[in-house]
């Protein structure tokens, strides 16, 4: 670690160490639910790097809860059991909801902390029609597709103990906001909070949605490895999801294999790249840690910080 550096890095091995005695409690079927589309994921991924991450965060849990109720017993309050929020951000295509779900399975089978929810950033996008009104459709993933201030008061009625809490669903086959359904969160031990720029900091005088968290991973990548992902990605789902008549998408299904792949590398270079560089990547320094992928999806190093 160089002088100065608030981030403590550490090789796999240095990190599969760290497991100690936490229990394996996902099997491969268990996992096979959890993967991404062309995500590698393995259980000795899981065993290596998961399961000492999920020991960290419940002694980071039990802190968090020990300095809540030194609080509550300063103020001469009745301990309310505070939510613990985790932000996990990275760019399209990196494996982050991977990461989250991993992590939501994980976690929930902690005997401290087995109410968990998880939630997507995708919930509070704007919905097609505004974003057709605002001339910014090309430009969603961006922060200013998101209703931030609704994402910032979701979870900031979640970590208030609100009763329960409310988010709109978004679907991906339809690539829009579904009217009038939505996700209910009732008080829960832990609130997973998945998306591109969740380490986003506010304008002035304002709060970002990470002024609630109390422990965010970035989970991150050399850009041609996440482009070659996002590609193969791209055409894994023109087999599948965007077949489906009702998808979004349904007209690329019928593109031939070099034209799709035309469409994957303009929407990378156009969109998801420029974001990233610009909006999400300048983000990583934010996190707690920072999980770091190689060529094949497998983690390789982390960077853990320190204060």
Not at 41 to 49: C, G, H, R
Not at 146 to 164: C, I, N, Q, S, W
Not at 240 to 253: E, G, L, N, R, V
Request: aromatic letters at 8%; charged letters at 30%.
């Amino acid at each position: 670690m160089a002088d100065g550096d608030v981030y403590v890095e550490l090789s796999r091995a240095q990190w599969r160490d760290l497991r100690k005695s936490t229990p394996l409690t996902l099997t491969e079927a268990d996992l096979e639910d959890l993967r991404g589309v062309d995500d590698p994921i393995d259980l000795a991924e899981v065993t290596d790097i998961y399961l000492p991450l999920t020991r960290l965060l419940n002694l980071h849990f039990t802190g968090s809860r020990q300095r809540s109720a030194a609080v509550g017993a300063f103020l001469g309050e009745r301990d309310e059991r505070v939510p613990y929020v985790l932000g996990i951000a990275g760019s399209v295509a990196v494996g982050k909801s991977t990461t989250a779900r991993v992590l939501h399975a994980l976690l929930a089978r902690w005997p401290e902390h087995p109410r968990v929810d998880l939630i997507t950033t995708d919930s509070f996008l704007y919905p097609n029609k505004v974003l057709e009104e605002r001339g910014i459709m090309h430009r969603k993933g961006f922060p200013e597709s998101y209703d931030r201030r609704a994402l910032v008061k979701f979870v900031a009625d979640v970590k208030a103990g609100t009763p329960e809490v409310t988010a709109p669903i978004y679907s991906h086959l339809e690539y829009d906001i579904v009217p009038g359904a939505s996700q209910k969160v009732r008080r829960p031990d832990i609130l997973i909070v998945e998306g591109l720029n969740v380490l986003q900091p506010a304008p002035p005088t304002s709060l970002a949605v990470c002024d609630y968290f109390d422990f965010s991973i970035y989970v991150d990548a050399r850009i041609e490895d996440i482009r070659s992902w996002y590609i193969d990605r791209f055409h894994k789902l023109r087999r599948t999801a965007f077949a489906d008549p009702k998808s979004y998408f349904a007209h690329i299904a019928d593109l031939s294999y070099e034209e799709a792949t035309e469409f994957a590398k303009n929407v990378w270079r156009d969109i998801n790249e420029r974001n990233l560089v610009d909006n999400i990547a300048p983000t990583r320094g934010r996190a707690g840690l920072i999980l770091r992928k190689g060529p094949d999806h497998s983690i390789s190093r982390i960077r853990l910080r320190r204060t």
